[in-house]
């Protein structure tokens, strides 16, 4: 039987990613340099949380955020980052502030009676409590049913969809990552990327179903999709 053939169509809830797609990780930085981490490692250490998170994924090992994120600090600084600098930089990933366009783009989806929501990485602690600093109407979802399934497993969309009440198909994932478009469209979700982060979306993966070049743009272009 040949492939089914992926044709898009206006989707009746969103999902956000958090990180560096709704919450900027840019003025992390200064958590960096009070905690007496040179500023340049806080790349270093945000992609070696996520082949750690990845790896656990594929491990079917669970481990919280919170772990993830502060065996990353200890592994990029040689184990000599004391645990209150640790804690400066926990801290701060709960403090962050949503980008400016954030509120127009989820206003504009429920003005058409689309629900939104947040999902996370692992328990999704830091998230509820960046959502709930931020005011920002968001439903929480926390990575479904296996503890160790981190995006871009299937399983954390798939519960997304499940815990919205819609179908895979008819559920808009927006990202600011490659990887995350990528994990989104295997399990059959409608993609949405915004380009404010890696201005180009990575060639290795097939393309999202839309592109914008910031949150408003790529909801609205969502949405403007055709009616199943």
């Given at each position: ?67 993830v994120a502060r065996g990353s600090l200890r592994d990029i600084t040689g184990n000599q980052i004391a645990p209150a600098a640790e804690d400066t930089i ?13 509120a127009r783009a989820l206003a504009a989806a429920h003005e058409r009676g689309v629900r939104t929501a947040v999902l996370g990485q692992g328990d999704g ?68 990327w915004s380009a404010h982060v890696e201005g180009r979306f990575p060639s290795i993966f097939v393309g999202p179903d839309v592109e914008g070049r910031d ?14």
């Amino acid at each position: 039987m040949p492939p089914r053939t992926h044709v898009p169509v206006r989707p009746s809830a969103l999902v956000l990613d958090a990180l560096d797609t709704l919450f900027p990780l840019g003025p992390l930085e200064w958590r960096f340099r009070e905690a007496g981490i040179p500023r340049v490692l806080m790349t270093r250490w945000r992609d070696h949380l996520l082949r750690d998170a990845f790896a656990l994924s594929l491990l079917n090992e669970a481990r919280s955020f919170e772990e993830v994120a502060r065996g990353s600090l200890r592994d990029i600084t040689g184990n000599q980052i004391a645990p209150a600098a640790e804690d400066t930089i926990l801290d701060g990933l709960t403090r962050l502030e949503p980008r400016r366009e954030a509120a127009r783009a989820l206003a504009a989806a429920h003005e058409r009676g689309v629900r939104t929501a947040v999902l996370g990485q692992g328990d999704g602690e830091q998230v509820r409590l960046l959502v709930e600093r931020s005011g920002l109407p968001l439903e929480i979802l926390t990575e479904g049913d296996r503890p160790g399934a981190w995006k871009p497993a299937r399983e954390p969309y798939l519960a997304a969809a499940h815990a919205l009440d819609v179908a895979p198909e008819r559920l808009g994932l927006i990202t600011a990552h490659g990887w995350d478009a990528a994990g989104g469209r295997a399990a059959g979700l409608v993609t949405g990327w915004s380009a404010h982060v890696e201005g180009r979306f990575p060639s290795i993966f097939v393309g999202p179903d839309v592109e914008g070049r910031d949150l408003a743009e790529t909801v609205d272009r969502l949405l403007a999709l055709p009616e199943p």
